[in-house]
């Protein structure tokens, strides 16, 4: 209630207030002391407005009360709502990567989260030891890790003792390993029968993968567009996987009239402008990385089926064949070691051990009809 109307009711009723004489003339001087605020709170007048609501703070609070630190949402002009509004979007950003970070470092998810659980508190200083690593059994660690160690030893052990006995050094078969590639690539099944891919891959063994590709790709079977794409798949596998065909690229770009480190000058390089098939025609010796088709053979696959339907109902069940290609792509150095292998068999074939002859043992290479003399 306002004071206004408290005071009126005081003068009427307290006796402190009651007078002698009830006539009208003697109330104006009480009367024009109260002060009588206006009853409506809300005024179209900016300037109304002001001066009321000053006049009404100054009647209303007394000296002795101090004003409030914080104003309240009536009192606020605009441009300080939307600076406590950014305060605080600013503050619950704040807030939220605070949270993100510390769920990071814990390495766990937040307590919000469908598939988490509670936080584990650690602290920060020191270094604990992961509780999971101490809850390990090693025993049973063991029967995945090594389930037959006995074998296991037996095996190491195996092992060692050839090496002793070699003494460290490799055998033919590990010297091949090592320093020569392959890569066998095996297709998907065609839709086709071993009798007509057959050809095919009789046709590409023993060629280099760039004749291969060329020959499949002017071919008229059918099939043959196909075992090109698998030729061109098997090359880039070579190329990525086992790293087969950098020669030229490792070398960096070399002009055909210098001789590079490392080979013999008495080698004959072919001309930019020659096919591979051209140069071993001429007799050129190809690089050592390029690859070729050593072997090459194909895969029965399994039989489908398909309907075939006849005359008055009748339905016969085809068995349309499936059959799959197969290639071993080796590097020219590997065909040169056969090769040479190839010859010094066949030479000490022919002259045995106790053998011997006046000239020595070579290809005639000059071989005319008639004499010469």
């Given amino acids: 209630m306002k004071p206004q109307n408290t005071a009126l009711r005081q003068l009427f009723r307290a006796r402190s207030y009651r007078l002698q004489t009830n006539s009208s003339h003697d109330l104006c001087p009480l009367m024009s002391g109260l002060y009588l605020g206006s009853q409506r709170t809300f005024h179209s007048s900016t300037s109304r407005r002001a001066s009321t609501t000053t006049t009404e703070h100054a009647v209303s609070t007394p000296k002795s009360q101090k004003p409030a630190k914080a104003p309240s949402s009536t009192t606020m002009t605009t441009k300080q709502r939307l600076e406590v509004a950014r305060k605080r979007a600013a503050q619950r950003l704040k807030d939220e990567q605070a949270e993100q970070e510390r769920n990071f470092k814990l390495g766990g998810l937040s307590s919000s989260s469908l598939f988490g659980e509670d936080l584990v508190q650690r ?7 992961d509780e999971s690593l101490l809850q390990r059994n090693p025993e049973n660690m063991a029967q995945v890790l090594n389930p037959r160690p006995t074998a296991r030893s037996r095996w190491q052990r195996k092992m060692v003792i050839r090496d002793l006995r070699r003494r460290g050094r490799p055998n033919k078969e590990m010297r091949i390993a090592r320093s020569e590639r392959n890569h066998l690539s095996r297709s998907h099944f065609f839709k086709t029968s071993m009798k007509k891919l057959a050809p095919l891959a ?9 004749e291969a590709i060329l020959q499949m790709r002017f071919s008229k079977k059918k099939v043959a567009q196909e075992v090109r794409q698998h030729l061109i798949q098997a090359r880039d596998e070579a190329v990525v996987m086992k790293g087969m065909g950098l020669g030229a690229a490792q070398g960096g770009s070399e002009d055909a009239t ?25 007799g050129h010796t190809p690089e050592q990385t390029d690859i070729y088709v050593a072997q090459a053979w194909t895969n029965r696959g399994p039989y489908g089926k398909e309907p075939e339907f006849r005359a008055r109902g009748r339905v016969y069940m085809l068995r349309p064949p499936q059959t799959g290609i197969s290639v071993l792509l080796k590097e020219e150095k590997t065909r040169t070691r056969e090769n040479a292998e190839k010859e010094a068999k066949a030479l000490r074939k022919r002259m045995g051990k106790s053998m011997w002859v006046h000239l020595p043992d070579r290809k005639i290479t000059a071989q005319r009809q008639h004499a010469l003399w």
């Fill in 123 to 129: 602290k920060e200083s020191g270094v604990q030891e």
């Fill in 202 to 210: 009789r046709q590409i063994a023993g060629k280099s993968i760039d």
């Fill in 258 to 282: 210098t001789t590079p480190a490392g080979q013999d000058p008495s080698e004959t390089r072919p001309l930019p402008h020659q096919t591979p098939a051209k140069a071993l025609k001429k």
